[in-house]
Structure formats: structure tokens, C-alpha cells
């Protein structure tokens, strides 16, 4: 007899009913993970830094039945994370999924760039991914239940580039430590803790790079097999695999979605 369960083949990607929390929600990509999470059928609780922001993506899910709420929280600070972490479990219970979506970037060559610049991307792009995974980790072991946890990184965390000293440094330094919290806390708590590491995809910060006439786009395409730059959407199928037990023996890794960036 064929060992595999038709149960588990049919339902291993769903995240229907579990409680995803999302970080950096207000962002191009955070906003479209949290609603594709409601539209899978997930509890989204959103978190971010702009209240208005926040408010109107909680009014525009709800209008479409996704079941979501909010709380306004800096990532990289500990008394926020633990107030947010609290608000969660005190909407849905329990937090089972974990999609951190925040982050900064502030190019700067390294003899213009001041120590307290470096440091403040740093907070924004490693210390926040400790500070958040490490109070959800501890919410999740109190649970018992496992969870899923996918950071958000970038195909320049194994890269170096003029001006980011502090952006490649951080994002290496968020990837490796995925693989040091898969390493603490899959085995004993049964919680998986992967990246994802992206290429250039549509925001407001990038959409400038998306001109098709413009040198910038031209030489990325040189270097993206793929043929084209990437939407915030192209992310969503692995965030729901990485999160779904699909991915139950996947975890510590740095997962590429650069369209082939790395391989050229
Ligand atoms: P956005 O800039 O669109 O949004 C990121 C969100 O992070 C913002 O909405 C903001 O929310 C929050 N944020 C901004 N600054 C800080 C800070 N100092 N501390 C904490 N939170 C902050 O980002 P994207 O959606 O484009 O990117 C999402 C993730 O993907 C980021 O980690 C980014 O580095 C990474 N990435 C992006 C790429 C791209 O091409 N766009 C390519 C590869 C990786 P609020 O103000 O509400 O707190």
C-alpha cells in the first residue's frame, strides 16, 4: 500500500481557521499577505505603526468578510510587541502564524552614513524580527499547538551592494537567524521559522525602477531570468506554503523568490 494520507494531500495547504499575525501590514506586501491569509480563510490580525492605515485596510477586509483586527505596534520595541502579542490572543485566542512583513531601508554610503542611521536600520530590519519572533515564540510554546513563523528578508541578505551597509547587514543578519530559531524551537515546540528572500517587487519605494524605457529596469533584467520584475502578489503562494503543513518539514531556511536572481 502507498503511503500517503488523501486527507492530508487535500488539505495541506489550508490555513483556514488559524490565526495569522502580520506585521509591517500597512506595507505593499504586508497588505496583500494579511488579506490573501482572510481570503484563505485565516483570523488576520494586522500590526504596523500607522494607525490610519491600519484602520482603513481593517474597514476595506471587513467589507469583504475577512474576519480581522489591528493593533498599532513598533516592532523592534518589547513593551509594544508584548502589549500587541496580548491584544491578539485577547481578539482570537492564539496565534499560529507568525508573517513578518515590516522593514526600512535608507541607502547611504558608509563614510556618509552616521553610526546612529546604521543602528536605526538595524533595529528596524533585525532587532524588530527578534524582538517579534521571540515574544510570538514564547506565546506559541504556552499554546502547545506548533506554529508557523515566515520572515520577510530579501535576495540582498547574501549580496553586498554600494550604500547598504546597514540594509544587507541586517537582512544577512535576519536570515541566519531564522536558521538559529528553527534550531531553538522546531524539534521541542514543533514551530517551523523560515524567510522568504524576495527580489525587487512593486512598492511605493520601488515603483520608480518599474519604467520599462529605464536603464535601472533594463540592467535588472540582464540579471532576473525571469523576465520581469516582481508584484507583491508572486509572494503570496509561498507565504501561504510556508505557513500551511505543506511546509511541516521545512524550516531554518532562507527560501529564494528572486525569479532567478541568484542563479546568473
Ligand atoms: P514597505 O516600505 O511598503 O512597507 C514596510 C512597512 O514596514 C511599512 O508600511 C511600515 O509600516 C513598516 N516600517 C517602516 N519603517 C519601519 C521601521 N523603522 N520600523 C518598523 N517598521 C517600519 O515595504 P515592502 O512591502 O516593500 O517590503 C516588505 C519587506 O520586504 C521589507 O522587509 C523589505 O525590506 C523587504 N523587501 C522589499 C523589497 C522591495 O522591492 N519592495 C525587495 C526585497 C525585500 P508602519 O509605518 O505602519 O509601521
Redesign the pocket.
Known amino acids: 500500500m502507498v503511503n500517503v494520507k488523501k486527507d492530508f494531500v487535500q488539505s495541506m495547504f489550508s490555513v483556514e481557521g488559524k490565526v495569522a499575525l502580520v506585521t ?1 501590514a ?5 497588505c496583500v499577505l494579511a488579506k490573501a491569509y482572510g481570503y484563505a480563510g485565516a483570523k488576520v490580525f494586522m500590526t ?3 494607525d490610519g ?2 484602520k482603513a485596510l481593517e474597514d476595506e477586509f471587513k467589507a469583504e468578510g475577512i474576519d480581522c483586527a489591528y493593533a498599532v505596534a ?3 520595541k518589547e513593551e509594544d510587541v508584548q502589549k500587541l502579542i496580548d491584544a491578539a490572543v485577547a481578539k482570537y485566542g492564539e496565534i499560529n502564524i507568525l508573517a513578518v ?5 535608507k541607502p547611504q554610503n558608509v563614510l556618509e552614513q552616521s553610526v546612529a542611521d546604521w543602528q ?1 536600520i538595524m ?3 533585525c532587532k ?1 524580527v527578534y524582538v517579534v519572533t521571540k515574544y510570538v515564540a514564547h506565546q506559541m510554546v504556552e499554546q502547545g499547538k506548533g506554529g508557523k513563523m515566515v520572515v ?5 541578505s547574501t549580496r553586498g551592494m554600494a550604500n547598504y551597509t546597514g540594509y544587507c547587514t541586517s ?1 544577512g543578519g535576519a536570515d541566519l537567524m531564522v536558521s538559529c530559531l528553527a534550531c531553538d524551537l522546531s524539534a521541542k515546540y514543533g514551530i517551523n521559522v523560515n524567510s522568504i528572500c ?4 512593486r ?4 515603483e520608480w525602477m518599474f519604467d520599462p524605457e529605464s536603464a535601472v529596469y533594463k540592467n535588472f533584467l540582464n540579471r532576473e531570468p525571469i523576465g520581469r520584475l516582481a508584484e ?1 502578489e508572486d509572494f503570496v503562494g509561498y507565504a501561504l506554503f510556508l505557513s500551511s503543513s505543506a511546509s511541516d518539514f521545512i524550516t531554518g531556511a532562507n527560501c529564494d523568490c528572486s525569479g532567478g536572481y541568484l542563479v546568473v
Open positions: 509591517g500597512t506595507g505593499a506586501l504586508g504596523g505603526r500607522n492605515k491600519l513598533d516592532p523592534a512583513c515590516h522593514g526600512f531601508n536605526y533595529d528596524a530590519d524588530s520577510v528578508t530579501s535576495q540582498r537582512k524576495p527580489t525587487v517587487f512598492s511605493e519605494l520601488t507583491p
